[in-house]
């Protein structure tokens, strides 16, 4: 048994009563291969150091811890941005897609197959396929391929195919669906590349240990600028979970550490146009695990809504519906709205352009006092800035006029 509370889940996939394995028949084999081998691999110390030196020398990794001195000055608190929007394709999901496909090489998969909101995870993928030459479809939304259609290009230059997801919303969830349904269909020559820190066991675990990278480096950088390894607060977006998992990984057994995660409220929490899964959701089982889930009282699931196609999930990771339960994670919402004004607001004050997912984590700065109890005002916060705003620009234009 672990002693770890929070980080890792137990030898069946559980975060508390979240998390394990809900998954068909034909695609036991591979699950369970992926489950026996994936630690001894991922420790391994020749994947080990092609992995830090990928990071290092393609990612370009670190990244900055950077003091955003004028939003500081702003909200009355120390303010540092983990500058994971300056990772090579622009976020935080190529921390995963370069260990996966390490991964799926030694376990000896000649294909890759992902799923994608935004088109960053698509685009990541597809930048590892090409970088290790291996063959990559791609599953995306209808809605998000005419919302993403830069991502979308580089995907085709990258040389992956992007397959239109067109069943139920024509968004990420559906996405899922569909790349499930293909793995079933070529399992073992396959593997899945899941994006975010959802899907069955071990894949929390494992996207969560390839982006605690963002923690890891974070804690060394705080103690170099400040004398203090320990800030009062981290805080991140959470659309499935994977670069909050990142940022409070090596924070979660350390009590004195707030962690905070914010969910896109769309329109409004109670608005029915909300990706709010904490707030709107029952324990459920979605992408074969057993999580936080937005779904009608019959079990089925609400189309969710966000501005940000990579927060439109009506799911949650297990580790952050374990996080909510156990309230050792406060979670708050964002507007559609506050996020815009945020972006806009990062941009003026530091002249940093946020994706909108993390515009979110932004918004939530305005909530703090109200919010969390015993935040004293100077507090060290650290926030994952989960990627840049290219991909939002026609969004943001669209809004300019407002702002
Ligand atoms: C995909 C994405 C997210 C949401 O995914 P998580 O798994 O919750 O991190 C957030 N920010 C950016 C920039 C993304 O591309």
């Given at each position: 048994?672990?002693?770890?509370l929070?980080?890792e ?9 979240f998390?394990?394995?809900f ?7 591979n699950?369970?291969?992926?489950k ?8 391994d ?5 092609e ?7 393609y990612?370009?990794r670190?990244?900055p811890?950077?003091?955003a001195k004028?939003l500081?000055e702003?909200y009355?608190?120390n303010?540092?941005?983990k500058?994971?929007?300056l990772c090579?394709?622009g ?6 897609t ?13 294909k ?5 909101g935004?088109?960053?995870h698509g685009?990541?993928?597809?930048t590892?396929?090409?970088?290790m030459?291996?063959e990559?479809?791609?599953?995306m ?15 085709n ?15 990420l969830k559906?996405?899922?669906?569909e790349a ?22 071990p894949y ?5 240990r ?5 923690s890891e ?5 705080l103690?170099?600028?400040t004398g ?5 607060l ?15 990984y090596h ?9 905070v ?6 329109h409004?929490v109670?608005?029915?146009l ?13 992408h074969g ?19 940000s196609a ?8 297990p580790?952050?519906a ?5 309230k050792?994670?406060t979670?708050?919402a964002?507007?559609?709205?506050e996020?815009?004004?945020?972006a806009f ?5 530091e ?8 515009a979110h984590a932004?918004a939530?700065?305005?909530q ?18 989960s ?12 809004a300019?006029?407002?702002?």
């Amino acid at each position: 048994m672990s002693t770890k509370l929070y980080q890792e889940p137990d030898q069946y996939g559980y975060y508390g009563e979240f998390g394990g394995a809900f998954i068909p028949e034909m695609l036991f084999r591979n699950v369970e291969q992926l489950k026996s081998e994936y630690l001894k691999i991922m420790y391994d110390q020749d994947f080990q150091q092609e992995f830090q030196q990928l990071l290092k020398d393609y990612v370009g990794r670190p990244t900055p811890l950077y003091l955003a001195k004028r939003l500081s000055e702003r909200y009355g608190f120390n303010v540092y941005l983990k500058r994971e929007d300056l990772c090579h394709t622009g976020a935080h999901k190529i921390n995963n897609t370069i260990g996966q496909i390490l991964l799926a090489r030694r376990l000896g998969k000649t294909k890759i197959i992902a799923e994608t909101g935004a088109g960053q995870h698509g685009v990541a993928t597809a930048t590892v396929c090409a970088l290790m030459g291996m063959e990559c479809d791609v599953y995306m939304g209808e809605v998000d391929i005419a919302r993403q259609a830069p991502n979308v290009a580089r995907m085709n230059m990258l040389g992956a195919k992007v397959i239109p997801a067109t069943s139920g919303s024509k968004t990420l969830k559906d996405a899922t669906n569909e790349a499930i349904r293909a793995w079933i269909n070529e399992p073992l020559e396959t593997h899945y590349i899941i994006g975010s820190v959802v899907g069955p066991h071990p894949y929390p675990d494992m996207v969560a240990r390839f982006q605690s990278i963002i923690s890891e480096e974070t804690r060394k950088q705080l103690f170099e600028q400040t004398g203090n390894s320990l800030p009062d607060l981290v805080m991140a977006c959470v659309g499935g979970g994977s670069n909050a998992a990142g940022m409070f990984y090596h924070f979660l057994e350390e009590p004195t550490v707030k962690i905070v995660a914010v969910e896109a409220a769309g329109h409004g929490v109670n608005s029915g146009l909300s990706a709010a899964t904490t707030q709107l959701g029952a324990p459920g089982i979605l992408h074969g695990s057993k999580s936080l889930v937005m779904q009608t009282s019959d079990g089925q699931v609400i189309e969710p809504h966000s501005i940000s196609a990579g927060l439109d999930y009506p799911g949650i990771g297990p580790l952050h519906a374990h996080l909510f339960q156990s309230k050792r994670g406060t979670f708050l919402a964002a507007t559609d709205e506050e996020a815009l004004k945020a972006a806009f607001e990062l941009t003026k004050l530091e002249g940093i352009i946020p994706a909108l997912e993390s515009a979110h984590a932004i918004a939530a700065l305005a909530q703090l006092d109200a919010k969390v109890k015993d935040l004293q005002k100077g507090a060290t916060i650290v926030i994952c800035l989960s990627g840049r705003g290219d991909k939002d620009l026609n969004t943001y234009m669209n809004a300019l006029k407002s702002y």
